[in-house]
Nanobody
Framework: QVQIAESGGGLVQAGGSLRLSCVVS????????EYWYRQAPGKQRELVAS???????GYVDSVRGRFTISRDNAKNTVYLQMNRLKSEDTAVYFC?????????WGRGTRVTVSS
């Protein structure tokens, strides 16, 4: 059974940084594609970043150059380093693991950026 646990959210001032972690069990992160999504209050969930099984990252335009997705295969963990945070980055951030058969979601971690 695949389980996902996000952590690292919190309250930060605009311009600050946070690092989100996504610990995965039940499958290997290196064998799948992982994603970070976010959902702001009153808005739909949106894709923020992705990382392929080969380690190639991808970003939505609004975070490119500020956020970095990475993976530690030994720890079976995916990270999202968020720098130069803006108030519009305020959201609940979710980790998604796309296996060959199913997608799995964590419960999310809340990020609040104060201006």
């Amino acid at each position: 059974q695949v389980q996902i646990a996000e952590s690292g959210g919190g309250l930060v001032q605009a311009g600050g940084s946070l690092r989100l972690s996504c610990v995965v069990s039940g499958t290997t992160v290196s064998g799948n594609r992982e994603y970070w999504y976010r959902q702001a209050p009153g808005k739909q969930r949106e894709l923020v970043a992705s990382i392929s099984s080969g380690g190639t990252p991808g970003y939505v335009d609004s975070v490119r150059g500020r956020f970095t997705i990475s993976r530690d295969n030994a720890k079976n963990t995916v990270y999202l380093q968020m720098n130069r945070l803006k108030s519009e980055d305020t959201a609940v951030y979710f980790c998604n693991v796309a296996t060959i058969s199913l997608d799995y979601w964590g419960r999310g971690t809340r990020v609040t950026v104060s201006s």
